[in-house]
């Protein structure tokens, strides 16, 4: 217990320094019960209305966004650190506070009259509401999200208001009146109130609640004993389990620095004992924890935008992730491999690990809800019924065992918790709404795609490179969501229009390249993250990670040439075929970038695994047998000069 302590306040310091989500007030005076009641009533809000049905959508998405405004102004400070020194919430927050939830409110009050003013023109003070709720909006996402998005967001409205003093013709548009802007943004489908405040408030907020029931129902320490029962006596047998249970733990998370914190403050450390470098331990974590976003079935925020925007069910998505997925982790699980291999890490004793048969038995109905919530969406379940569904089956789980039990005062901390959890994903969508808004008002988007043409030559390679480039830059500053819903309004119909190329393979495209940003330096936060539980250079620690992650840098690019590994046009033998040479090629590839194979390789053998593993991967048969032939020429000289040394020492 005296150990566990002082890595549960050292795993709380680092989250607060890099996770923007983890920086709220614990002290909150008399007005803890206003959060309390705020909290719970947004949850219960979003569980009547899964359940019963949506209110219409404006009506909704304020309540919504309302509600979390409010709980963000009382729980945020407006500065980081000051939730330290503060007793209580400031008299100009709980100000703030309200007159967000008014001002929002105010939209489902007069939502018919507000409707009615689209034709025959808004009032002024009308005009000074929606003024203020986008600022409110702004400040609320600065404080949970970041500075990076809100100024992007006020560059994309300086852009509309001023555009027409443009000089260049390409970005040139007439320019509109402030008024007209705030009125568009505020009251219209397109703005703060579009589809991704939309999607946050039906589908969502009751996914990342679901996920919030599974953590009570400790099902996260269920998974790091599952994954070392199951890996921990192999070769490098600790990095395997933080692996195996990093992709576990994402499949209930979608926050990269979050599951790192968590996971990691528990795997690292044994790592680091168990022979690993910290800079390697820390970049393991970070690069597995990262992955929770493109894990199925809840893959983070984005994924329910992303079946809003190409108009398919969630369990298209869901399949569509699941190979690209496996690969990704099949990568970094090779790479430790490699790794442990080269450094001559062994695996744990049998003795000190869980037993797999007696853990199931006692825990495996942990699995139930997961198994519930996808089964649920496969038969053809809503998303929001099979949520439901989910939630409820978490918490009957939870009362089988005593440690895991509900009782009054912690269900209305678990109903107040989903909220909180929730905030910065619903003030980062509104946020990314105001952008978006801005795109469709000005054309910017049809702008960007003349870019991107120009730019490239029209030549598609060289286009998706542009495209990467743009979603890594926008990640280092934007949290995935608002990252997806910025990219799939610009980018994405650029590719898909000039190009010609499936929908479903260029919005994944952008979605894997705005999660990489997380471990891709020089603004890593995930890597950052690991490297302070790890006390190792974060920068190294980026570099490794990406190193590790190198699939999520790769499979895009296979998949928009031919999308077989979305389930795209399949056909089972052409699908065997793509998915085993896929995981050989990840074996290459994971080898060169670790540099061992058999023994150490050469660099002449890690440019002909790195080659032999592209090739591989890409699904066609001739680039296949080469890049197998390749792969099999560093197999063969490599085993022959191993078992040449073994002879000489033999000898000697």
Same mark, same amino acid.
């Given at each position: 217990m005296?150990?566990?302590q002082?890595?549960?306040?050292?795993?709380?310091?680092i989250?607060?320094?890099?996770?923007r989500?983890?920086q709220?007030?614990?002290?909150?005076?008399k007005w803890?019960?206003?959060?309390t009641?705020?909290g719970?009533?947004?949850?219960?809000?979003?569980?009547?209305?899964?359940?019963f049905?949506v209110?219409?959508?404006?009506k909704?998405? #304020?309540?919504?966004?309302?509600t979390?405004?409010?709980?963000?102004?009382?729980?945020f400070?407006a500065?980081?650190g000051?939730?330290k020194?503060?007793?209580?919430?400031?008299?100009?927050?709980?100000?703030?506070?309200?007159?967000?939830m008014?001002? &929002?409110?105010? @939209?489902?009050?007069?939502?018919? %009259?507000?409707?009615?003013?689209?034709i025959?023109?808004?009032h002024p003070?009308?005009m000074i +509401?929606?003024?203020?709720g986008?600022?409110?909006?702004?400040?609320?996402?600065r404080?949970? /999200?970041?500075?990076?998005i809100?100024?992007?967001?006020?560059?994309?409205?300086?852009?509309t208001i001023f555009?027409?003093y443009?000089?260049?013709?390409?970005? &040139?548009?007439?320019?509109?009146?402030?008024d007209?802007i705030a009125?568009?943004l505020?009251?219209?489908?397109s703005?703060v109130?579009?589809?991704?405040?939309?999607?946050?408030?039906?589908?969502i907020? +009751?996914?990342?609640f679901?996920?919030?029931?599974? /953590?009570?129902?400790k099902?996260g320490?269920?998974?790091n004993?599952?994954?070392?029962s199951l890996t921990?006596?192999?070769?490098?047998?600790?990095?395997?389990?933080?692996? %195996?249970?990093?992709?576990?733990?994402?499949?209930?998370?979608?926050s990269?620095v979050g599951?790192?914190v968590?996971?990691?403050?528990?795997?690292?450390?044994?790592?680091?004992k168990?022979?690993?470098?910290p800079?390697?331990?820390?970049?393991t974590?970070?690069?597995?924890?990262?992955?929770?976003q493109?894990?199925?079935p809840?893959m983070?925020?984005?994924?329910?935008?992303?079946?809003?925007?190409?108009? /398919?069910?969630?369990? !298209?998505i869901?399949l569509?992730?699941l190979?690209?997925a496996m690969l990704?982790f099949t990568?970094?699980?090779?790479?430790?491999?490699f790794e442990?291999?080269?450094?001559g890490?062994?695996?744990?004793?049998?003795?000190?690990?869980?037993n797999?048969? @007696?853990?199931?038995l006692?825990?495996?109905?942990m699995?139930?809800?997961l198994?519930?919530?996808?089964?649920?969406?496969?038969?053809?379940?809503?998303?929001?019924?099979a949520?439901?569904?989910?939630i409820?089956s978490?918490?009957l789980?939870?009362?089988?065992?005593?440690?895991?039990?509900?009782s009054?005062?912690?269900?209305?901390?678990?109903l107040?918790?989903?909220?909180r959890?929730?905030?910065p994903v619903?003030?980062?969508?509104?946020?990314?709404g105001i952008i978006?808004?801005?795109v469709?008002?000005?054309?910017?988007g049809? @702008?960007?795609?003349?870019?991107?043409?120009?730019?490239?030559g029209g030549?598609?390679?060289?286009?998706?490179?542009l495209?990467?480039?743009?979603?890594?830059?926008?990640?280092?500053g +934007?949290?995935?969501?608002?990252?997806?819903v910025?990219?799939a309004?610009?980018?994405?119909?650029?590719?898909?229009?000039?190009?010609?190329?499936?929908?479903?393979?260029?919005?994944?495209?952008?979605?894997?390249?705005?999660?990489?940003?997380?471990i !891709?330096?020089?603004v890593?936060?995930?890597?950052?993250?690991g490297?302070?539980?790890a006390?190792?250079?974060?920068?190294?620690?980026g570099l490794n990670?990406v190193k590790?992650?190198?699939?999520a840098?790769i499979?895009?690019?296979?998949?928009?040439?031919?999308?077989i590994?979305?389930?795209?046009? /399949?056909?089972?033998?052409?699908?065997?075929l793509?998915v085993?040479?896929?995981?050989?090629?990840m074996?290459?590839? &994971?080898?060169?970038?670790i540099g061992f194979f058999?023994?150490? &390789?050469?660099?002449?053998e890690?440019?002909?695994?790195?080659l032999?593993g592209?090739l591989?991967?890409?699904?066609?048969?001739?680039s296949?047998?080469?890049?197998?032939?390749?792969? #099999?020429i560093?197999?063969?000289?490599?085993?022959n000069?191993?078992n040449?040394?073994v002879?000489?020492?033999?000898?000697?």
């Amino acid at each position: 217990m005296r150990e566990s302590q002082p890595r549960e306040s050292g795993a709380q310091a680092i989250l607060e320094k890099y996770d923007r989500e983890s920086q709220f007030r614990l002290n909150l005076g008399k007005w803890g019960l206003i959060v309390t009641f705020l909290g719970v009533y947004l949850t219960v809000f979003h569980l009547y209305t899964g359940y019963f049905g949506v209110l219409p959508s404006q009506k909704q998405g #304020a309540i919504h966004l309302g509600t979390a405004l409010g709980l963000i102004f009382l729980l945020f400070p407006a500065k980081k650190g000051m939730q330290k020194h503060q007793k209580t919430v400031p008299w100009y927050d709980i100000i703030l506070a309200f007159l967000a939830m008014y001002i &929002s409110y105010h @939209k489902v009050i007069f939502l018919d %009259s507000i409707l009615q003013s689209r034709i025959t023109g808004y009032h002024p003070f009308d005009m000074i +509401l929606s003024i203020v709720g986008i600022l409110l909006v702004l400040e609320a996402t600065r404080r949970t /999200v970041g500075l990076p998005i809100v100024i992007v967001a006020g560059i994309t409205i300086l852009y509309t208001i001023f555009g027409k003093y443009i000089p260049t013709q390409l970005l &040139s548009h007439p320019g509109f009146s402030i008024d007209r802007i705030a009125t568009n943004l505020w009251y219209q489908e397109s703005g703060v109130f579009g589809t991704p405040i939309q999607i946050s408030s039906k589908f969502i907020f +009751l996914f990342l609640f679901f996920g919030v029931m599974l /953590v009570h129902t400790k099902i996260g320490a269920f998974f790091n004993d599952l994954a070392f029962s199951l890996t921990g006596r192999y070769t490098g047998g600790t990095a395997k389990a933080a692996v %195996s249970a990093s992709a576990l733990q994402g499949m209930v998370s979608g926050s990269s620095v979050g599951n790192t914190v968590a996971s990691g403050s528990f795997t690292i450390p044994m790592m680091k004992k168990a022979g690993f470098k910290p800079e390697f331990a820390a970049a393991t974590e970070a690069s597995a924890s990262t992955g929770g976003q493109i894990m199925p079935p809840l893959m983070g925020a984005a994924a329910f935008i992303m079946m809003e925007y190409l108009g /398919v069910d969630f369990s !298209t998505i869901m399949l569509a992730a699941l190979v690209p997925a496996m690969l990704y982790f099949t990568g970094i699980f090779i790479g430790t491999h490699f790794e442990a291999k080269k450094r001559g890490i062994v695996g744990l004793p049998k003795e000190a690990l869980p037993n797999f048969k @007696k853990l199931m038995l006692r825990n495996g109905y942990m699995l139930l809800p997961l198994i519930v919530i996808v089964g649920t969406i496969m038969i053809g379940f809503t998303p929001q019924r099979a949520a439901i569904i989910g939630i409820v089956s978490a918490y009957l789980i939870s009362l089988i065992r005593k440690e895991s039990r509900l009782s009054l005062k912690q269900t209305i901390y678990v109903l107040e918790e989903g909220a909180r959890v929730a905030l910065p994903v619903i003030a980062a969508v509104a946020t990314a709404g105001i952008i978006a808004g801005v795109v469709s008002i000005t054309g910017l988007g049809a @702008k960007f795609a003349t870019g991107i043409i120009a730019l490239s030559g029209g030549i598609l390679p060289f286009a998706l490179m542009l495209t990467m480039v743009a979603c890594i830059i926008l990640g280092m500053g +934007l949290p995935t969501t608002a990252n997806y819903v910025v990219t799939a309004t610009v980018a994405a119909p650029a590719l898909i229009n000039t190009f010609g190329l499936e929908p479903i393979a260029v919005h994944m495209f952008v979605f894997y390249f705005g999660i990489v940003a997380d471990i !891709t330096p020089p603004v890593c936060l995930a890597a950052y993250a690991g490297a302070g539980i790890a006390k190792a250079n974060p920068f190294r620690t980026g570099l490794n990670a990406v190193k590790l992650a190198i699939a999520a840098f790769i499979i895009p690019y296979i998949f928009i040439y031919d999308p077989i590994l979305l389930l795209v046009d /399949v056909t089972i033998p052409h699908f065997v075929l793509a998915v085993v040479t896929a995981f050989l090629g990840m074996l290459a590839v &994971s080898s060169a970038m670790i540099g061992f194979f058999v023994s150490n &390789s050469r660099i002449w053998e890690r440019v002909l695994l790195m080659l032999g593993g592209l090739l591989m991967i890409h699904p066609e048969v001739y680039s296949n047998v080469a890049g197998f032939l390749l792969m #099999a020429i560093v197999w063969l000289l490599q085993r022959n000069r191993k078992n040449g040394e073994v002879s000489q020492r033999a000898a000697v």
